[in-house]
């Protein structure tokens, strides 16, 4: 694949006038040819994805990324799934019983559980789904940054680097527990279409397809999660800015437009959610509790080979440290944006430092105390509707690298270029960096958990008898609040064998029922308890055997735990039913 020189890099005889940048409305690089090429890199994203997240791809069905948040999003595809298909109501979904709206909790994933739904008609299992979907998000996500970056740039030189930053790296890695993080090519798509709809505004060409492609990618992203949603939107605004004197009447009539349409969708799956912040239920109250949820440019995953040893450190906030190669060649790609005579080059830079400044400054978010506590992004947070709303704000660095790719693309263009005319070369110049974007975020999957449904789930899957379950230990506040609240994952992927409904749950936002419900269920095997469950529609009770050192260690006794019936120890758990 040859790899193009910009019009300031043509060679031209010796006093021969300089060649002039095209118009801002030039055509860009046929569509049926870009569109390939981005195919052939989503492709290439695959085996990428397969090899840096090896052996995933070998442990489909068992595998996670963690133990907490992936057990619970393939709950979220299951219980999507089963409802769809007739299961039961898509909203009030089984967790948090008996509160209503739960699926609104936390990331519907209904862009990838509908899509994966024909995959479950078939056997594959949530986990493997999930897993299936995570290197998807990771190829996708590849082919999305190839696509903005070759459209923006003309280059594949700037594609290509575009695709490594905005699906590997150290940020990709450490996204790769929460799917919704890594299924973010929406973001490049919107981003693209904006850029192809000035181009054909400029032109005088239709635009129906810039405006159908931004319409489709954010409303399918915010499906996906809210967040890669709202970062699309983010990210198109911020090309349209750039553009904004080429978009003219008719390319900002078309944008207006484009924008309407995304509303009035993102609206209707917004619905669930104001009726859950309708209820008094805040995802976050005080700055307090963002404040570890920042982006970390200082450190990385500790699994990564390349500079785990050096930069890794445990931690909450997301540890997106960019790494030598892509820091280097935007370093590079700035100064030759900075100095060119070249107005297309001047463009592409200045779209990327717009996109690298904004994604810097909303992945940054606030805290409560500290330095990030004086971050500008203080009064966003505390005066601007809608941004209490968003916990992880690191998530908005996917801004920041489609900005970073377009640098560092620019660097390795210009490299490459001062190396050689010749495009075997150039192209040997832009795989060096692509594989030092992908080393440099490779971290081992060798010691991820494995994740089953225990036997007492698969047992109640063949119970006749309805009535949902209540699993024990429950919440314990104190020392041991983080471990019970990390166990409930387990408990909450459990029920995709039954689908019982059950007062545990694991999700963005805690309820304040589950921590009272847990107070008063310490009292078990008490009448009064046990009427309370039988309100609840609760029929079974689950004691796992790490309830040990907890106040339900005594039900591991089925004489301390009469009335309840004993209906079986299986794996270390036993299973009661309420008389």
């Known amino acids: 694949m040859a790899i193009e020189a910009s019009p300031s890099e043509v060679p031209r005889p010796a006093g021969s006038e300089p060649v002039r940048p095209d118009p801002p409305g030039r055509p860009g690089p046929n569509a049926s040819t870009v569109l390939l090429e981005t195919a052939v890199v989503t492709l290439v994203g695959v085996l990428l994805a397969l090899g840096t997240t ?5 442990n489909l069905s068992t595998m996670a990324a963690d133990v907490a948040d992936a057990p619970f999003q393939a709950w979220t595809i299951d219980h999507v799934q089963w409802s769809l298909t007739g299961g039961g ?4 979904a089984t967790i948090f019983a008996p509160n209503r709206n739960t699926l609104a909790y936390s990331d519907s994933l209904l862009g990838i559980a509908v899509p994966l739904l024909p995959l479950r008609l078939l056997g594959l299992g949530p986990l493997a789904q999930l897993n299936l979907a995570l290197l998807l998000g990771i190829a996708t996500s590849a082919g999305g940054g190839y696509l903005f970056g070759r459209v923006v740039s003309g280059r594949r030189t700037v594609g290509a680097v575009t695709a490594a930053a905005f699906a590997f790296g150290a940020f990709g890695t450490a996204s790769t527990a929460q799917v919704h993080a890594t299924v973010h090519v929406g973001v490049a798509v919107a981003a693209t279409a904006v850029w192809w709809l000035a181009d054909r505004a400029a032109r005088g060409a239709p635009r129906t397809a810039p405006v159908v492609a931004l319409v489709v990618a954010v409303v399918w992203q915010a499906s996906v999660s809210f967040y890669p949603g709202a970062y699309a939107l983010v990210a198109a605004g911020l090309v349209a800015a750039v553009r904004w004197r080429d978009l003219g009447r008719r390319g900002r009539t078309g944008l207006g437009l484009a924008l309407l349409a995304c509303g009035l969708g993102c609206g209707l799956l917004l619905l669930p959610y104001l009726e859950v912040l309708g209820e008094g239920r805040d995802f976050v109250r005080a700055a ?6 920042g982006i970390d440019l200082t450190r990385v995953d500790p699994r990564l080979v390349v500079w785990g040893d050096a930069l890794g450190k445990e931690g909450f906030s997301l540890a997106a440290f960019p790494g030598v190669t892509l820091i280097g060649l935007s370093l590079v790609g700035a100064a030759r944006g900075l100095r060119s005579d070249d107005r297309g080059t001047r463009r592409v830079v200045l779209a990327g430092l717009v996109l690298l400044g904004v994604g810097l400054f909303l992945a940054i978010g606030t805290a ?7 971050s500008p992004y203080r009064l966003l947070f505390e005066y601007v509707p809608g941004f209490k709303v968003i916990r992880a704000a690191a998530r908005a660095w996917v801004i920041g690298l489609l900005g970073v790719g377009l640098l560092a693309g620019t ?20 795989a060096v960096a692509v594989a030092g974007v992908v080393v ?25 008898a309805e009535g949902g379950v209540l699993y024990l230990p429950a919440l314990v506040p104190g020392p041991l609040a983080l471990a019970t609240t990390f166990s409930q994952p387990a408990n909450v992927y459990g029920t995709t064998a039954h689908h019982r409904i059950t007062p545990n749950g694991y999700s963005g936002l805690a309820p304040k029922e589950w921590p009272a419900i847990s107070e008063r269920m310490r009292a078990l095997p008490s009448p009064t308890t046990l009427d309370e469950l039988r ?21 591991l006794d089925p004489a301390e735990a009469a009335p309840l019936v004993l209906l079986g120890r299986y794996g270390g758990d036993l299973l009661y039913e309420l008389p």
């Open 54 to 58: 090896w052996p995933l791809a070998a």
């Open 89 to 92: 109501p898509l909203w009030d």
């Open 288 to 293: 307090d509790e963002v404040g570890n949820l």
């Open 368 to 374: 409560g105390e500290g330095w990030r506590a004086w």
């Open 411 to 430: 660097g390795c263009a210009a490299i490459a270029s001062a190396v050689s005319r010749r495009g075997a070369a150039r192209m040997a110049v832009a």
């Open 440 to 464: 440099e975020g490779f971290g081992s999957w060798d010691d991820r958990p494995m994740i089953e449904v225990s036997a007492v789930d698969r047992v109640l899957a063949e119970v006749p």
């Open 535 to 555: 309100e609840i529609g609760v029929r079974f009770v689950v004691v796992r055997a790490s309830v040990a050192g907890t106040p339900w260690e005594p039900l």
